[in-house]
């Protein structure tokens, strides 16, 4: 197949890109680098089955050849980046995610959403089901983005169901892994950085607050799955093991063997209390669950950060 992948540059859409081209796939990439990095995609300048366009999907551009497949992946996906830039998040979950239906459309390809867990918002069901829709504020700090994604899965089914477009939507929970950026604001690369160079782990609220964390590539595989499946509801990826901020900076503090102190700030606003999948359906439809252990993916994601030498040399991680 030849599929077009926005956000290529980003974190999760350079892994798929790398995974689909496995799959022995053709893939276009597009990104615009707002949050995303050429080096993300760099040891792919080789690679003849990938070709690399710098778009900006909120406008108009042309796409030549075959299509078989969209994925629409482009977004600012942090707190910290979209907060920053909170219109431009707004416009690629609108007019972005219109322009790739349309692409979809027009190419007669089929169409993956990549949506998001923020689309329950704080919730009041857990862990959260699909059918569950959410307890989001419309007006808040973090509303570009919830609303953003919202809208996005309420245009993917409207061509669905108006246009006929074979479509997909996945609500994709936490994911961590290599090529996240360090200084992106969010738990992961913040507390491999502060436990690895021996500053304090900044918690946020009294660290009650849960959140449950999947590696990159199996969040990918399940993407793979869903692509390929009849379902047009959407599907939750990520993995059901629940931790606490404040169980999970003790965990990175132990495994990296760190002296770091844990340093309470203050919670941002409509920051989620709880936050687990049920992925039964993912389960039942794709066949798929995890299958990577977090202290495993920790591992691995160190490894990058030190291979990238952006964090410095440290015990390794999992033998404390
Ligand atoms: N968090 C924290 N310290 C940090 C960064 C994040 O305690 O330095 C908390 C944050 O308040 C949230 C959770 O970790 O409760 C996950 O935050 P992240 O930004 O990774 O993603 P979110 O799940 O909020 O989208």
């Given at each position: 197949?030849?599929?077009?992948?926005?956000?290529?540059?980003?974190?999760?859409?350079?892994?798929?890109?790398?995974?689909?081209?496995?799959?022995?796939?053709?893939?276009?990439?597009?990104?615009?680098?707002?949050?995303?990095?050429?080096?993300?995609?760099?040891?792919?300048?080789?690679?003849?089955?990938?070709?690399?366009?710098?778009?900006?999907?909120?406008?108009?551009?042309?796409?030549?050849?075959?299509?078989?497949?969209?994925?629409?992946?482009?977004?600012?996906?942090?707190?910290?980046?979209?907060?920053?830039?909170?219109?431009?998040?707004?416009?690629?979950?609108?007019?972005?995610?219109?322009?790739?239906?349309?692409?979809?459309?027009?190419?007669?390809?089929?169409?993956?959403?990549?949506?998001?867990?923020?689309?329950?918002?704080?919730?009041?069901?857990?862990?959260?089901?699909?059918?569950?829709?959410?307890?989001?504020?419309?007006?808040?700090?973090?509303?570009?983005?919830?609303?953003?994604?919202?809208?996005?899965?309420?245009?993917?089914?409207?061509?669905?169901?108006?246009?006929?477009?074979?479509?997909?939507?996945?609500?994709?929970?936490?994911?961590?892994?290599?090529?996240?950026?360090?200084?992106?604001?969010?738990?992961?690369?913040?507390f491999l950085d502060q436990a690895l160079r021996g500053g304090a782990m900044t918690v946020f609220g009294d660290g009650s607050q849960t959140r449950s964390f999947c590696y990159?590539?199996?969040?990918?595989?399940?993407?793979?799955?869903?692509?390929?499946s009849d379902e047009r509801y959407p599907v939750n990826l990520g993995n059901p093991r629940e931790l606490t901020i404040l169980e999970f900076a003790e965990k990175i503090r132990?495994?990296?063997?760190?002296?770091?102190?844990?340093?309470?700030?203050?919670?941002?606003?409509?920051?989620?209390?709880?936050?687990?999948?049920?992925?039964?359906?993912?389960?039942?439809?794709?066949?798929?669950?995890?299958?990577?252990?977090?202290?495993?993916?920790?591992?691995?994601?160190?490894?990058?950060?030190?291979?990238?030498a952006i964090l410095p040399d440290a015990t390794p991680v999992g033998t404390a």
């Amino acid at each position: 197949m030849r599929i077009v992948v926005s956000g290529a540059a980003g974190f999760i859409g350079s892994h798929l890109c790398d995974r689909l081209l496995a799959d022995g796939h053709a893939v276009a990439g597009l990104d615009n680098f707002l949050t995303g990095s050429r080096r993300n995609i760099a040891h792919l300048a080789n690679e003849p089955r990938f070709e690399f366009h710098e778009r900006d999907i909120t406008q108009p551009f042309e796409m030549k050849g075959a299509v078989d497949a969209v994925v629409n992946a482009a977004s600012p996906a942090s707190p910290k980046d979209y907060l920053e830039h909170p219109i431009e998040t707004l416009d690629v979950g609108s007019a972005g995610t219109r322009r790739m239906l349309e692409l979809a459309l027009a190419k007669g390809a089929r169409f993956l959403m990549m949506s998001t867990s923020e689309c329950y918002g704080d919730p009041l069901v857990h862990p959260q089901v699909e059918s569950y829709w959410g307890n989001v504020n419309p007006v808040g700090p973090r509303s570009c983005y919830d609303e953003s994604k919202r809208f996005a899965e309420a245009l993917t089914m409207a061509y669905h169901r108006k246009r006929s477009v074979r479509t997909n939507i996945a609500r994709i929970f936490n994911t961590y892994g290599p090529r996240m950026k360090l200084d992106d604001g969010r738990v992961v690369p913040a507390f491999l950085d502060q436990a690895l160079r021996g500053g304090a782990m900044t918690v946020f609220g009294d660290g009650s607050q849960t959140r449950s964390f999947c590696y990159v590539s199996d969040l990918v595989d399940g993407l793979c799955r869903l692509m390929m499946s009849d379902e047009r509801y959407p599907v939750n990826l990520g993995n059901p093991r629940e931790l606490t901020i404040l169980e999970f900076a003790e965990k990175i503090r132990a495994m990296t063997g760190s002296k770091s102190g844990i340093e309470f700030r203050e919670l941002p606003e409509d920051d989620p209390k709880q936050r687990n999948p049920d992925i039964s359906k993912a389960r039942a439809v794709l066949g798929w669950e995890p299958q990577v252990e977090l202290e495993d993916g920790l591992r691995r994601t160190v490894a990058y950060f030190q291979l990238q030498a952006i964090l410095p040399d440290a015990t390794p991680v999992g033998t404390a």
